[in-house]
């Protein structure tokens, strides 16, 4: 297996995993009843993990572009240094950027956002040339 099926596989897992504390978070608050079920007035979440949702939903958002990505360009046969290293920065940054997200750090979450697009826009290039 390539580098960018690995890390698309790494950030696959990372993104699946996100969801776990702050679903231990809502049942702890909330308890296991109301996570489960659909409670009219639930109890807010700790804002970390409120902060992780939002970034967990925008992993997700950003799973299907760098996937369709690595998978047209390993379709395409295309292979190269950039591309990997781009799949490998991308990992990385999504790692921050969930960290930097949960913490409350603007302007490294924004910081690690760009660079993880700016990884897709160079697996796009690579594609595209």
């Not at 809502?26 to 409120?50: C, F, H, S, T």
């Not at 992780?52 to 990505?69: I, P, R, S, T």
Request: proline letters at 4%; one cysteine or more; charged letters at 10%.
């Amino acid at each position: 297996m390539n580098a960018e099926l690995t890390y698309l596989a790494m950030v696959a897992v990372l993104t699946g995993l996100l969801w776990v504390p702050y679903i231990l978070n809502e049942i702890m608050v909330r308890g296991v009843v109301d996570a489960v079920g659909y409670p009219e007035n639930p109890k807010p979440l700790a804002k970390w993990a409120q902060r992780l949702k939002a970034a967990h939903y925008n992993a997700v958002e950003n799973l299907a572009v760098f996937a369709a990505l690595v998978l047209v360009a390993h379709a395409a046969g295309i292979h190269n240094a950039a591309i990997a290293g781009a799949a490998q920065v991308y990992f990385w940054a999504r790692v921050v950027h969930a960290a930097a997200y949960t913490y409350a750090v603007p302007w490294v979450r924004t910081i690690a956002f760009v660079v993880g697009f700016g990884c897709q826009m160079c697996i796009a290039w690579h594609i595209l040339a």
